[in-house]
């Protein structure tokens, strides 16, 4: 084993750790600080990788700038920011099967869509910003702009599930309570 290879285990065993702490405590806060710490050492990996423009866009956009927004999500909505029972709806088991269920079927489309994909980078560094920016912008522009997607949904479903006052709005029909005597 080289020593690239032993710092890649490590920093790999950090970044699933976290990932899985993210998704398993019961404080929102502290799911988000887990959150951190799993970008960090993904960005670790890249840059081990050689793909220091990707690692620095990991560390500044997702690591900072994510979840900043999340947190200010958080505390903005009044969700509650200690440990609490309340995030936890009990489906455990069905949870884990339609996340499996998930997996599988994303990287068989993944393996299959792209799996023989081949990108020249003429001898370029692949973690280049022309590089990778070329990269991005010709053969991964789609898989790119669904992530973008794919991050507003998990924003705005963030602040819906956080808001306690969110409830069924009152029939504006039917006028006050009273009976419609106003």
Not at 21 to 31: E, F, P, R, S
Not at 41 to 66: D, P
Not at 128 to 153: D, I, N
Request: charged share 10%; hydrophobic share 60%.
């Amino acid at each position: 084993m080289t020593g690239l290879e032993l710092a890649f285990v490590p920093l790999g065993a950090v970044a699933l750790g976290a990932a899985v702490l993210v998704v398993t405590t019961k404080a929102l806060v502290h799911a988000a600080l887990w959150l951190v710490l799993s970008f960090a050492a993904l960005a670790g990996c890249f840059l081990l990788l050689t793909a220091e423009l990707v690692a620095w866009v990991q560390v500044l956009i997702y690591a900072g700038a994510v979840i900043v927004l999340l947190l200010f999500g958080i505390m903005l909505t009044k969700a509650p920011i200690g440990e609490t029972s309340d995030v936890d709806s009990g489906n455990r088991p069905a949870a884990l099967v339609v996340a499996l269920g998930t997996a599988a079927t994303l990287g068989t489309v993944v393996v299959s869509g792209f799996g023989t994909a081949y990108v020249d980078l003429g001898g370029a560094p692949a973690g280049g910003a022309q590089t990778v920016g070329a990269a991005v912008f010709r053969y991964w522009v789609l898989p790119f702009e669904a992530l973008s997607v794919v991050l507003l949904a998990a924003l705005i479903g963030a602040i819906v599930l956080s808001r306690g006052d969110i409830g069924p709005r009152p029939d504006s029909r039917t006028g006050p309570a009273d009976g419609g005597a106003g």
